[in-house]
């Protein structure tokens, strides 16, 4: 492989490294100035486009058009929206402060459902996880009780264990 040459950019001049024997395009521009002028497809012209919704972090996000009355929601940068937020945020007919966090009651983060959602302010919802989390641990220990030969754990309200035959 060769050494890169330093040619300067027609538009800039800023110095740009080549190789000569792997450079294809010579626009002689660096690549901040081909990128000048062009414009990026969004949206549903982006070849990358997956229909508007996307799984970050276990939360789904929502792609809202300019004209949506919920687009002031949205991050600001690609015209996304939180699907939990967008959910209760429609069913109040209003956009959501960014104080107002909406808290999903089975910690299960994909489950839009608006009665698995609620609002909380910023202060309140740490408390309210942890008190979720204190009444899953009292119904696991109220089924050890129940049934001391039967070790089962409470998930996200739901009861796990194994079968066995108590004698």
Known sequence: ???PIL??????????PVYPDKHKYKTGLC???????????????????RGGRKLCAGYISIYLNPDD???PMTNGWDNYVLEHRLVKAQHLGRCLTSNELVHHLDGIRDDNRIENLSIVNRKDHPNKTFM???QERVR???LE???PDYPCTVKQGKIYGELKEIE
């Open 145 to 147: 009780l129940a049934f």
């Open 1 to 3: 492989m060769s050494k």
């Open 7 to 16: 040619i300067p950019c027609k538009e800039c001049g800023k110095e740009r």
């Open 140 to 142: 696991e220990l109220e």
């Open 132 to 134: 979720h989390l204190l």
């Open 69 to 71: 009355p919920f687009f």
């Open 31 to 49: 690549w901040e100035c081909s990128l000048k002028g062009r414009k990026q497809p969004r949206a549903e012209d982006s070849p990358q486009w």
